[in-house]
């Protein structure tokens, strides 16, 4: 069974502020909420979710008994339990629930802020109270202060990753301490990114086959991402009002790590009864891009597959990409276009199809990705990462143009080129949000698409 073949359902016992905020940045990491504070429903519910989350930010005594009781139920069935102190520097009220629940042991990770850690560090309140959506002084540094609070829980709670948030992340666990920089400081200017972080963390914690250390450093990575390419969008549109909405979109843009490119078709029998099925199949497992690309095809013909294949990806929710022909996605209205260095340039793309549109952009070197992102591209195909027998002339690029496309450009990046899930490593999952892939897909019996699929997408 492949554990990221099902969304995975999170458990919320979360305040009341960001209650919707938080369900929907779950449903845009790839992920399905369920928002009961109904205790009596709880031994029902919990040993069916993969993870909980207790955010305690509306405290009070009763939401406090209800969380205790959700807490028992996720230790007693091993689920991944994330806890948010909120607040818990202000008072002792929510400090000594947070103490507590902490040496109760079950919880698997532990998230806050620096004044929140400090107050779990020293079990004492801090005498100046700077808000609950407080971040991180600028320029502190907290390594030492993660080791320690990792240390004191970590002998009541297996396996416990602690991560403290700010403008720089900084994250313990027993495999050691890293940390993170990024993000924006718009962030702290409206309530409840700290609560949808929660979400993401968990959401990918869950889903990812990977270790889950990595799966959510990923995590904090893109929120970090999602966050900068937001901020930018609002800085052109002067409304703040709108982030919040952006950084959604954002990280649902890099939720979905598969992108599907159809494979050119000899006739139109096998186009018909052989590309469309597969194609459906795919679509069906989840796939958040799908590409026609032909390179020798007359105009009506492409126009006849491009209006089927665009069907299938409206009804599936797939964003739908022409290759190349921005007169062909015009015509048609395809959500956008991918170039490549030889195509048509992304401004040109941009002018004819709207600000709207999609438009994509190969990126072979770091100047060619730093070029893209300075004309607008929405997102980079990078590669190709290994030969291709779909394009044979293009050159696999080695593992240091990627990280140094990845460490310069925020843009979602999806690797390309004899994708296949064997060659698929960690070592490249964690510079990319999916991949781009033809004959790993068209290449495979109908039977075992969905599988394959599958095998891809745990790797993120
Ligand atoms: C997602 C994605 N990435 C890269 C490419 C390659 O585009 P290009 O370099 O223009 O080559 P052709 O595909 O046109 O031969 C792509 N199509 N999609
Ligand atoms: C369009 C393109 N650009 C670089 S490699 C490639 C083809 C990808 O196909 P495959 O997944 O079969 O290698
Ligand atoms: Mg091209």
Redesign the pocket.
């Known amino acids: 069974m492949y554990l990221a073949s099902k969304k995975p359902i999170i458990h919320f016992l979360t305040n009341y502020v960001t209650m919707q905020d938080v369900a929907n940045m779950c449903i845009a990491s790839g992920g399905r909420p369920i928002m009961s504070d109904a205790s009596m429903e709880f031994e029902e519910i919990i040993p069916k979710v993969d993870g909980v989350v207790i955010n305690i930010g509306t405290a009070d005594q009763l939401r406090f008994d209800k969380m205790d009781h959700a807490h028992r139920i996720a230790k007693a069935h091993n689920k991944i339990l994330l806890l948010d102190p909120v607040g818990c520097n202000a008072s002792r009220f929510r400090l000594d629930y947070c103490i507590q629940s902490l040496k109760n042991g079950g919880i698997s990770i532990l998230k806050c802020n620096a004044h929140e850690a400090k107050a779990l560090l020293n079990e004492e309140i801090s005498p100046t109270f700077v808000g609950v959506d407080s971040q991180t002084v600028m320029g502190e540094q907290h390594h030492e202060l993660v080791r320690n609070l990792w240390k004191k829980f970590e002998v009541y709670n297996l396996e416990l990753i602690v991560i403290i948030t700010g403008a720089t992340d900084y994250i313990a666990s027993s495999k050691g301490a890293w940390e993170l920089t990024g993000g924006s400081v718009l962030q702290q200017r409206i309530t409840g990114t700290g609560c949808m972080l929660n979400s993401l963390i968990i959401t990918r914690a869950c889903a990812s086959s990977m270790d889950r250390h990595e799966a959510i450093l990923k995590a904090l990575d893109c929120m970090n991402r999602s966050s900068q390419m937001a901020a930018k969008w609002i800085v052109h549109q002067q409304r703040l009002g709108l982030y919040k909405q952006q950084l959604l979109d954002e990280v649902a843009k890099r939720s979905a790590p598969i ?1 599907l ?1 159809t494979q050119e078709t000899v006739d139109e029998q096998t186009f018909l009864y052989s590309c469309m099925p597969k194609t459906k199949l795919a679509l069906q497992s989840g796939v958040g ?1 799908l ?1 026609y ?1 032909v ?1 020798d095809k007359a105009w009506e013909e492409k126009l006849r597959e491009s209006r089927q294949l665009q069907a299938l990806a409206r009804e599936y929710g797939t964003t739908f ?1 022409i ?2 022909d921005v007169r062909l996605a015009k015509e048609i209205g395809a959500d956008g276009v ?6 048509i340039s992304i401004r040109e793309a941009r002018l004819e199809l709207g600000p709207n549109a999609v438009v ?1 952009a ?1 990126a ?1 070197t770091i100047q060619q990705a730093r070029c893209a992102a300075k004309n607008g591209a929405d ?5 190709a990462l290994f030969s291709s027998p779909t ?1 044979k002339d ?1 050159l696999p690029m080695d593992l240091t143009t990627l990280q140094s496309i990845y460490n310069h450009i925020s843009l979602p990046l ?1 690797g ?1 080129g004899g994708i296949t899930p064997n060659l698929l490593t960690q070592e490249y999952t964690k510079y990319l949000d999916g991949v ?1 892939m033809v004959s790993t897909i068209y290449q495979e019996k109908n039977e075992n698409i969905t599988k394959k699929i599958h095998q891809i997408r745990e790797n993120f």
Request: aromatic residues 14%.
């Open positions: 992108y490119i891009y590409q690309r390179k990409i290759n190349d991918h170039l490549g260095i030889q195509d994509g190969t072979k997102y980079l195909g990078v590669g394009k293009a999806y390309i781009a």
